[in-house]
């Protein structure tokens, strides 16, 4: 078992990282919550949005430590002033050390450098919670969530 410290969160900009985020999103979506691997590597957006990678150190049992891919999300330009988050995921080893939630925060950030007002995800429905301490809400107009990939979801804002 790896023991994890010193996260670093960072754009994926090579295509060595970008395979890394995508590799993550696999584990995630695809082998632990069985969606299809075309709906997950197959979409308009993965080419033009902006990948963010979250790696921390591993040390290994015999005391060694390498840099290791954790978490992923995407960051959409989506209208006016307005950014979407997407296929954020953390793996299964790195959950319970806050490293989602550093990513929401880093998208945070970065939505506001480049000048968004808003910030909008669909989540998955038994992740509200986990959104909302990220301080994401939900719209009353939104309250009835929709199936996205057969699972239930539900649309979320964070206003600047």
Request: glycine share 8%; hydrophobic share 35%; charged share 30%.
């Amino acid at each position: 078992m790896s023991k994890y410290s010193d996260l670093e969160i960072k754009q994926a900009i090579t295509a060595e990282d970008k395979q890394k985020c995508i590799d993550i999103r696999v584990r995630v979506f695809v082998d632990e919550q069985k969606y299809t691997l075309e709906s997950e590597t197959n979409d308009e957006y993965d080419a033009t949005c902006d990948h963010y990678l979250a790696t921390c150190l591993a040390t290994k049992d015999d005391g060694t430590t390498v840099r290791v891919p954790v978490g992923t999300l995407r960051y959409i330009a989506y209208g006016d002033f307005v950014a979407k988050l997407g296929r954020l995921a953390v793996h299964s080893d790195a959950r319970g050390l806050k490293v989602g939630l550093r990513l929401v925060q880093h998208f945070v950030e970065v939505a506001r450098a480049k000048g968004d007002r808003a910030i909008v995800l669909h989540g998955q429905q038994d992740k509200r919670g986990f959104y909302e301490k990220a301080g994401f809400s939900v719209d009353a107009c939104d309250e009835a969530g929709f199936l996205e990939d057969g699972t239930p979801h539900i649309r979320m804002w964070y206003r600047f």
